[in-house]
C-alpha cells in the first residue's frame, strides 16, 4: 500500500481575498476564519472547499484551523464538518493551525479531537513552553534578509498575561507590511494535566526532536496521547 497524500487546506489561504494577500499571512487567516465561522452558512462553505479538494482526486484534508477553528466551533460545525468530509470521502489526518490562547480554548481543542478519534487513536502536537517563549529571541529581535525581502522581528512576553507577543516587519519590492501574533506557552507538566483532564490516556511529553522526557528546562516539546 502506498503513503496516503494529504492536501492542506491552508493552501487556499489567500482565497477570500481573491488571492490578493499583500498584507502577510494573518490577513487571509483572519478573512478566512470570519467567512467560515457563521453556523448558517458553514456547511455550504466548508463542502465548497472539500468538494474541490476531493476533485482534485485527494482522499485525505489536513484542515486548517482558520477553516475550523476551536476559537468558534460549535457542535453544530463539527457535525457539519464530519457530515461533508464522510460524503466527499475525505478522511482528516490533523487539524492544522495553532490553539490554546487560554486553557479553556486549550481544553476545547482536546475534546473535539478527543470526540473524533475512533479508540486507540492518537492524538500528537508541538507546543512552545513558558520558557521557550520568554526567551524566545536574544535582545528580543531578529532581521536580515531573505533574497530581496528585508525582515525585522520584535518579541515581548507578558508575565502578567503569560503571552507572548510578535511584530513580524517584511519589506518587499511590492510593498511592506507588518504580522502579529500572540501565544501562549504551556510548562510540559501542565501540558500532561490539561491533556489528561480532557479525557485522554497515556500521555507522553517529550522534547523536540529528541523524544527524551521532558523536564522544566524543555524549550519546545511533543505531546501523544492515546483516546481510551
Not at 464522510?86 to 479531537?113: K, Q, T, W
Amino acid at each position: 500500500m502506498g503513503n496516503l497524500v494529504s492536501f492542506m487546506s491552508a493552501n487556499f489561504v489567500a482565497r477570500q481575498l481573491g488571492y490578493r494577500m499583500t498584507e502577510g499571512w494573518s490577513q487571509g487567516d483572519e478573512a478566512t476564519s470570519r467567512h467560515f465561522r457563521p453556523p448558517a452558512t458553514f456547511r455550504e462553505r466548508f463542502e465548497a472547499v472539500v468538494r474541490d479538494v476531493a476533485a482534485l482526486g485527494f482522499r485525505a484534508m489536513d484542515v486548517w484551523t482558520a477553516h475550523l477553528s476551536p476559537r468558534w466551533a460549535t457542535p453544530e460545525h463539527l457535525v457539519a464538518a464530519r457530515d461533508v468530509l464522510d460524503h466527499h470521502g475525505l478522511s482528516v489526518p490533523s487539524i492544522a493551525g495553532s490553539f490554546g490562547a487560554d486553557r479553556a480554548e486549550f481544553d476545547a481543542a482536546c475534546r473535539n479531537v478527543l470526540r473524533h478519534l475512533a479508540p486507540g487513536g492518537v492524538f500528537v502536537f508541538d507546543a512552545n513552553t513558558e520558557l521557550a517563549l520568554r526567551e524566545l529571541w536574544v535582545g528580543g529581535k531578529v532581521e536580515g534578509w531573505a533574497d530581496d525581502v528585508y525582515y525585522s522581528w520584535r518579541h515581548t512576553y507578558d508575565e502578567a498575561a503569560g503571552l507572548a507577543y510578535v511584530e513580524a516587519y517584511c519589506s518587499t519590492p511590492q510593498g511592506s507590511f507588518v504580522e502579529r501574533h500572540a501565544e501562549r506557552g504551556y510548562a510540559p507538566g501542565e501540558l500532561r494535566s490539561l491533556v489528561e483532564g480532557a479525557g485522554f490516556a497515556d500521555v507522553a511529553v517529550v522534547t523536540y526532536p529528541d523524544g527524551e522526557p521532558a523536564g522544566d528546562d524543555a524549550d519546545r516539546v511533543w505531546v501523544a496521547a492515546r483516546r481510551p
